[in-house]
């Protein structure tokens, strides 16, 4: 969704499927919200990673590793339009 000229927000889910009886299926939601200010060429995001905190694992060769929970970055861009994370 964009609204008028300045800001700008998104959202993506995740969904991934059991994987070799090793590691369960699981879901998670990212969003971001943008602010672009025009006469500086700067956008500002507050763009949060696993909006729900899920617990989930990665397989790996040994046994299924965590995840880390929810993430919330801040991040500057300068020169250039801001795209979703």
Known sequence: MEWPDRLRTSLRGHYAGARAGSVDAYASADAALSYR???SNTTLQLIVQNIF?????????VAPV???GRAI??????GGSAQAP
């Open 37 to 39: 200010h025009t006469r």
């Open 53 to 61: 905190d899920q617990t989930y694992f990665a397989p790996a060769p």
């Open 66 to 68: 965590p995840q880390k």
């Open 73 to 78: 970055y801040l991040r500057l861009i300068y």
